[in-house]
């Protein structure tokens, strides 16, 4: 298996009941690596500290915690009829780590899932510098895009 690119579906409710805030340093969002052995998808609902309800976190050492990075977010804003967010790359430095995909989750909200990103194959370091790089944000490629 491998993880499932998507929008977590509990995180599309929560946006409704504003429990994730992009806009205030209250809320920090963290993402975690996973091995292809994961099956994480759509239905993820949180991350749960290690205990897993996301499957096969990269292991830690090398550089890597469990729970994995925090990120900082882009301020959300809108463009034509399409708002939008984004994050700041990723740096896992000086790491050896082999990663399919990611969880984003919201630590200042019980941990709740927002995406699943998958990394299309294993991408790995060794002793060198694991980054997420982040597409522009912008209408047609922010990373969580609401048309």
Not at 22 to 46: E, N, P, Q, R, W
Not at 53 to 81: H, K, M, Q, R, W
Not at 93 to 98: F, K
């Amino acid at each position: 298996m491998a993880p499932t690119q998507a929008i977590c579906t509990t995180f599309k409710q929560e946006l409704m009941t504003a429990l994730h805030n992009f806009t205030t340093a209250a809320h920090a969002f963290k993402m975690a690596l996973v091995t292809s052995a994961s099956t994480i998808s759509g239905a993820t609902d949180h991350y749960s500290g290690g205990t897993n309800n996301i499957s096969s976190e990269v292991a830690s050492g090398g550089n890597y915690t469990t729970g994995g990075a925090a990120l900082t977010n882009v301020t959300p804003t809108v463009s034509s009829t399409t708002a939008l967010t984004d994050f700041a790359d990723a740096t896992w430095a000086t790491s050896t780590i082999t990663a399919r995909g990611a969880l984003i989750y919201n630590t200042t909200s019980s941990n709740r899932s927002v995406l699943v990103l998958d990394f299309g194959s294993d991408k790995s370091s060794s002793a060198g510098d694991f980054t997420v790089v982040f597409p522009a944000a912008d209408a047609s490629n922010a990373i969580i895009r609401i048309a």
